[in-house]
């Protein structure tokens, strides 16, 4: 067996062994991404202190692009949750509008608040009004609650600084606001499609009504401990627009500016996803919370209260960084581009592929998404023209394929809906799916004129 063939083989059962710790042994990702980096070192001969060595810098490597970002995400969320200002988006969206604008108008609202926050945050913040919009439209628990969870899992399956896609803009060597510019792109008409459309045909579907006086009672928000002035829409629509709006900024001026000008530093400086959100919670920090009375033990506890939901996800993400590191140090990555060359899947193709496939065995879009891009990442050296920020979407967008049982979103959706293993794989494994098949032809359409 040639050294080539040797390498990809041990790669291939390391992560098969990384499925079956996952899936059978009910291991922690963490767990089952180090003991898979690490095993995968000692096969191929490397030794113990230089497995250990290139295990900690990839570790670091992923740690120092990705944590910075859902770090400072994570605050600009838990301040934007703990002083209203999420509630007030919502609540503006929804206002008084008939009942058949309720799926649209939810569906924009989650996607909006769903760009600085986790998944599960958003999901549980916004579950009691799902439930109390229902009951005053007298609607199914359903016609409202999939187009919100639609909204949101656009923000995060394909949009920074969520941790699937900040991982592999990390991985890719991609840039950020390019990133965000074609995953809204892609995102919106997906977003109105698995969104109100789907919800109006699969409302046939979706089964007995819940019973809405069981839904969760709203988690108190904070109150300011020095009344001021209510939150305002204006501000909280501003906190949350500021990033995306900095990074695109930046990526359109620095393809204008003459590269060392100091407009260009500038541009530079609003296209780096750190200072952009960096900016965006100093602004949460002065205009929802000091104008409203909050004082900054509140503000502190609320960043605190929202980063104790992020630990497990670094330490994912820093073990998957580890596991493409390893699969560097042992030859995959030259032993794929050998083999690129005579390959006729397309790689933003095989990207998806792979990361549907590890989405369906492990559950979880953040694992799929880290050991996806550490088997993809050499093929970018076999095609000059492929634009890393359309992998970033292709590998992000596998990962939310084909949700099921051994998801922790499948499970809290069907919880917090009071649904059947029937009717939640009928809604929202069927809405996850075509979001991901939806944005691979978007990302395969926006490839013919991207380069």
């Given at each position: 067996?040639?050294?080539?063939?040797?390498?990809?083989?041990?790669?291939?059962?390391?992560?098969?062994?990384?499925?079956?710790?996952?899936?059978?042994?009910?291991?922690?990702?963490?767990?089952?991404?180090?003991?898979?980096?690490?095993?995968?070192?000692?096969?191929?001969?490397?030794?113990?202190?230089?497995?250990?060595?290139?295990?900690?810098?990839?570790?670091?490597?992923?740690?120092?692009?990705?944590?910075?970002?859902?770090?400072?995400g994570t605050i600009l969320g838990g301040i934007l949750l703990g002083t209203g200002g999420a509630d007030r988006i919502a609540t503006a969206f929804l206002g008084?509008?008939?009942?058949?604008?309720?799926?649209?108008?939810?569906?924009?609202?989650?996607?909006?608040?769903?760009?600085?926050?986790?998944?599960?945050?958003?999901?549980?913040?916004?579950?009691?009004?799902?439930?109390?919009?229902?009951?005053?439209?007298?609607?199914?628990?359903?016609?409202?609650?999939?187009?919100?969870?639609?909204?949101?899992?656009?923000?995060?399956?394909?949009?920074?600084?969520?941790?699937?896609?900040?991982?592999?803009?990390?991985?890719?060597?991609?840039?950020?606001?390019?990133?965000?510019?074609?995953?809204?792109?892609?995102?919106?008409?997906?977003?109105?499609?698995?969104?109100?459309?789907?919800?109006?045909?699969?409302?046939?579907?979706?089964?007995?009504?819940?019973?809405?006086?069981?839904?969760?009672?709203?988690?108190?928000?904070?109150?300011?401990?020095n009344p001021r002035k209510p939150v305002s829409l204006t501000l909280a629509l501003l906190t949350v627009l500021l990033p995306p709006a900095l990074m695109l900024?930046?990526?359109?001026?620095?393809?204008?500016?003459?590269?060392?000008?100091?407009?260009?530093?500038?541009?530079?400086?609003?296209?780096?996803?750190?200072?952009?959100?960096?900016?965006?919670?100093?602004?949460?920090?002065?205009?929802?919370?000091?104008?409203?009375?909050?004082?900054?033990?509140?503000?502190?506890?609320?960043?605190?209260?929202?980063?104790?939901?992020?630990?497990?996800?670094?330490?994912?993400?820093?073990?998957?960084?580890?596991?493409?590191?390893?699969?560097?140090?042992?030859?995959?990555?030259?032993?794929?581009?050998?083999?690129?060359?005579?390959?006729?899947?397309?790689?933003?193709?095989?990207?998806?592929?792979?990361?549907?496939?590890?989405?369906?065995?492990?559950?979880?879009?953040?694992?799929?998404?880290?050991?996806?891009?550490?088997?993809?990442?050499?093929?970018?050296?076999?095609?000059?023209?492929?634009?890393?920020?359309?992998?970033?979407?292709?590998?992000?967008?596998?990962?939310?394929?084909?949700?099921?049982?051994?998801?922790?979103?499948?499970?809290?959706?069907?919880?917090?809906?009071?649904?059947?293993?029937?009717?939640?794989?009928?809604?929202?494994?069927?809405?996850?799916?075509?979001?991901?098949?939806?944005?691979?032809?978007?990302?395969?359409l926006l490839s013919t004129v991207v380069g």
């Open positions: 067996m040639s050294d080539n063939a040797q390498h990809l083989v041990l790669a291939g059962a390391a992560i098969v062994v990384l499925v079956v710790l996952i899936t059978k042994f009910k291991l922690h990702p963490f767990l089952a991404l180090s003991l898979a980096a690490l095993g995968l070192g000692f096969a191929n001969g490397i030794g113990p202190e230089a497995t250990v060595e290139h295990f900690e810098a990839g570790f670091g490597d992923a740690l120092s692009d990705s944590g910075p970002v859902i770090g400072l008084s509008r008939p009942v058949q604008w309720i799926p649209a108008s939810i569906a924009a609202a989650a996607l909006l608040i769903g760009l600085p926050h986790l998944f599960d945050v958003s999901f549980v913040m916004l579950v009691p009004l799902v439930y109390a919009v229902a009951k005053r439209t007298n609607s199914h628990l359903l016609y409202i609650g999939l187009p919100m969870a639609a909204g949101l899992y656009i923000s995060h399956g394909l949009l920074p600084p969520h941790p699937s896609p900040t991982l592999a803009v990390s991985a890719y060597d991609a840039s950020t606001g390019l990133t965000l510019f074609y995953g809204l792109l892609i995102g919106l008409p997906i977003g109105v499609v698995t969104g109100p459309l789907l919800t109006r045909v699969a409302s046939r579907w979706f089964g007995p009504a819940p019973d809405l006086d069981k839904g969760p009672v709203r988690e108190t928000r904070a109150e300011p401990e900024l930046g990526t359109l001026g620095t393809a204008q500016a003459s590269e060392g000008s100091w407009l260009y530093t500038a541009f530079e400086a609003c296209d780096d996803p750190v200072l952009s959100l960096l900016a965006a919670v100093v602004f949460s920090f002065f205009a929802l919370g000091l104008r409203s009375g909050f004082p900054g033990g509140q503000l502190q506890g609320m960043a605190a209260k929202g980063l104790g939901t992020v630990g497990a996800i670094i330490l994912i993400l820093g073990a998957g960084g580890a596991l493409k590191e390893m699969l560097s140090a042992t030859g995959v990555d030259q032993a794929i581009s050998d083999y690129a060359v005579s390959w006729s899947v397309p790689p933003l193709l095989l990207a998806w592929a792979l990361a549907a496939l590890l989405r369906i065995c492990l559950g979880s879009a953040t694992v799929a998404t880290a050991a996806a891009s550490g088997i993809v990442a050499p093929l970018m050296g076999a095609y000059p023209g492929l634009s890393p920020e359309l992998l970033v979407l292709a590998t992000a967008s596998g990962a939310v394929m084909l949700s099921h049982v051994n998801d922790s979103g499948f499970w809290l959706f069907k919880e917090y809906f009071q649904l059947s293993v029937g009717q939640t794989l009928r809604t929202w494994t069927l809405m996850l799916s075509i979001q991901s098949l939806l944005s691979l032809g978007g990302i395969l």
